[in-house]
Nanobody
Framework: QVQLVESGGGLVQAGGSLRLSCAAS????????MGWFRQAPGNKREFVAA????????LYKDSVKGRFTISRDNAKNTVYLQMNGLKPEDTAVYYC????????????????WGQGTQVTVSS
């Protein structure tokens, strides 16, 4: 099955930007829908964004609409999350995940998960 590795997290001031990347290997990347989730200490893992296999359709958590953009490059086997206008409440470990076939906003709907990358937004 496909394997996922996230990168690009770090420390940024409120209002700043980060670009997360998720590199896939070991599977046919273009056959998977992809999602980004996040989890802060003491909280459940929550949906952030998702993108269809061909990149033609996207879904977002309401609180990140207009600030975050999910995209994918199937030739590079990579999915991205561009995060602009970051807020302290965006602080969390961010995970990418792969799902066979159609989109889902549910943690239980995804088949493969990466290791996560920490995003910290200071006031």
């Amino acid at each position: 099955q496909v394997q996922l590795v996230e990168s690009g997290g770090g420390l940024v001031q409120a209002g700043g930007s980060l670009r997360l990347s998720c590199a896939a290997s070991g599977g046919t990347f273009s056959t998977y829908s992809m999602g980004w989730f996040r989890q802060a200490p003491g909280n459940k893992r929550e949906f952030v964004a998702a993108i269809t296999r061909g990149g033609g359709s996207t879904l977002y958590k309401d609180s990140v609409k207009g600030r975050f953009t999910i995209s994918r490059d199937n030739a590079k086997n990579t999915v991205y999350l561009q995060m602009n206008g970051l807020k302290p409440e965006d602080t969390a470990v961010y995970y990418c995940a792969a799902r066979r076939f159609s989109l889902s906003t549910l943690v239980s709907g995804y088949d493969v998960w990466g290791q996560g990358t920490q995003v910290t937004v200071s006031s």
